[in-house]
């Protein structure tokens, strides 16, 4: 009986991958006869779960979605991972609360062995420094805009720029993804008065009613979501994950002591004390200030635009000292 239950299991875990099983390849999977899978299938149907018989030169099984939800079955590795992953998202998240009470759900119907390969996980997960003060999004409002996305339909809302109180007129959009960065939730679409793609935070949003008519999507700049998100945040068109500026310059320290520091720069050692840094930044002025936080004399390489903003930066910074040091 254990190794029938263990084998449906498997069965089942199989099925859940959202893809069609012909009967060969199920049986080839699980070291069973073709007839076995038969039998199981059925064994499945008789627990609830709804497995359509697929038709074709080979044949196969498809585990439908059903109106009444059987018992779910996890395998030890699935089991493992999704109470990694909720334990994950209850950490100053959006849907934290709701993600402790599925972890303690979950727990409650494991089998004693799991229970305890659950309870030796304690993960905590350290949001960035920059959204501990993040402000929470309604998970309605996240519902609201997901449905949206999916039907394809023209989406209108009230927006608060900023730390502004006041709200722009009525925004009109074609709403492409939902993005999560930094633990700050984010709207990308296309705004149809700006004709532009555009980038809003969803805790400043508030959808109107009724949606507006379906449209068919544009191609997104970049070629994904994540490389839109990446090339907008680093001051750029979203086409690109480039820096607008980049530049090269010589530092009078080891590489060893640049490289924990330098994030995305290329770090080269030319010497026991001495390397090249080649760095990226929304600004010319915003790259020498990034430059200067490593504490030490450099030469620039290039281009001409970064020596000039290190000399305005240069500039800028003594004039501050001479006014502090006379007051």
Same mark, same amino acid.
């Given at each position: 009986?254990?190794?029938?239950?263990?084998?449906?299991?498997?069965?089942?875990?199989?099925?859940?991958?959202?893809?069609?099983?012909?009967?060969?390849?199920?049986?080839?999977?699980?070291?069973?006869?073709?007839?076995?899978?038969?039998?199981?299938?059925?064994?499945?149907?008789?627990?609830?779960?709804?497995?359509?018989?697929?038709?074709?030169?080979?044949?196969?099984?498809?585990?439908?979605?059903?109106?009444?939800?059987?018992?779910?079955?996890?395998?030890?590795?699935?089991?493992?991972?999704?109470?990694?992953?909720?334990?994950?998202?209850?950490?100053?998240?959006?849907?934290?609360?709701?993600?402790?009470?599925?972890?303690?759900?979950?727990?409650?119907?494991?089998?004693?062995?799991?229970?305890?390969?659950?309870?030796?996980?304690?993960?905590?997960?350290?949001?960035?420094?920059?959204?501990?003060?993040? #402000?929470?999004?309604?998970?309605?409002? +996240?519902?609201?805009? !997901?449905?949206?996305?999916? &039907?394809?339909?023209?989406? $209108? /809302? *009230?927006?608060?720029?900023?730390?502004?109180?006041?709200?722009?007129?009525?925004?009109?959009?074609?709403?492409?993804?939902?993005?999560?960065?930094?633990?700050?939730?984010?709207?990308?679409?296309?705004?149809?008065?700006?004709?532009?793609?555009?980038?809003?935070?969803?805790?400043?949003?508030?959808?109107?009613?009724?949606?507006?008519?379906?449209?068919?999507?544009?191609?997104?700049?970049?070629?994904?979501?994540?490389?839109?998100?990446?090339?907008?945040?680093?001051?750029?068109?979203?086409?690109?994950?480039?820096?607008?500026?980049?530049?090269?310059?010589?530092?009078?320290?080891?590489?060893?002591?640049?490289?924990?520091?330098?994030?995305?720069?290329?770090?080269?050692?030319?010497? #026991?004390?001495?390397?090249?840094?080649? +760095?990226?930044?929304? !600004?010319?002025?915003?790259? &020498?200030?990034?430059?200067? $936080? /490593? *504490?030490?004399?450099?030469?620039?390489?290039?281009?001409?635009?970064?020596?000039?903003?290190?000399?305005?930066?240069?500039?800028?910074?003594?004039?501050?000292?001479?006014?502090?040091?006379?007051?």
């Amino acid at each position: 009986m254990h190794k029938t239950s263990s084998r449906l299991l498997a069965l089942l875990s199989l099925l859940q991958t959202h893809r069609d099983w012909s009967g060969e390849d199920l049986a080839g999977r699980l070291d069973i006869t073709s007839r076995t899978v038969r039998r199981d299938i059925d064994r499945l149907r008789e627990l609830g779960y709804r497995i359509t018989t697929v038709k074709g030169p080979a044949g196969g099984y498809r585990l439908d979605a059903g109106a009444h939800m059987p018992p779910m079955l996890f395998d030890d590795g699935q089991a493992v991972a999704l109470a990694v992953a909720l334990q994950t998202s209850a950490t100053g998240t959006t849907v934290a609360e709701d993600a402790t009470r599925a972890l303690a759900t979950l727990r409650q119907v494991m089998p004693s062995r799991l229970r305890h390969r659950i309870d030796l996980l304690r993960i905590t997960a350290v949001p960035p420094p920059a959204a501990r003060d993040a #402000p929470q999004v309604d998970a309605q409002v +996240l519902v609201d805009l !997901s449905r949206a996305i999916h &039907a394809r339909e023209e989406l $209108r /809302f *009230d927006y608060t720029p900023g730390a502004s109180t006041s709200v722009d007129a009525p925004r009109r959009v074609e709403p492409h993804h939902l993005v999560t960065r930094l633990h700050r939730w984010y709207l990308v679409a296309w705004d149809l008065d700006r004709e532009d793609w555009r980038t809003f935070r969803v805790d400043r949003v508030r959808p109107r009613t009724p949606t507006g008519p379906r449209f068919t999507p544009r191609e997104l700049p970049g070629g994904s979501v994540s490389a839109f998100i990446t090339g907008r945040f680093r001051g750029n068109d979203g086409a690109t994950t480039d820096w607008p500026c980049r530049g090269e310059v010589v530092l009078h320290l080891p590489a060893a002591e640049i490289a924990p520091f330098a994030q995305d720069g290329l770090v080269e050692e030319l010497g #026991p004390h001495h390397c090249r840094l080649t +760095l990226g930044s929304w !600004s010319w002025t915003g790259l &020498a200030a990034a430059i200067g $936080r /490593f *504490d030490t004399d450099f030469e620039v390489i290039g281009p001409p635009q970064l020596a000039t903003a290190c000399a305005d930066l240069a500039t800028r910074y003594a004039r501050a000292a001479r006014a502090a040091g006379s007051e």
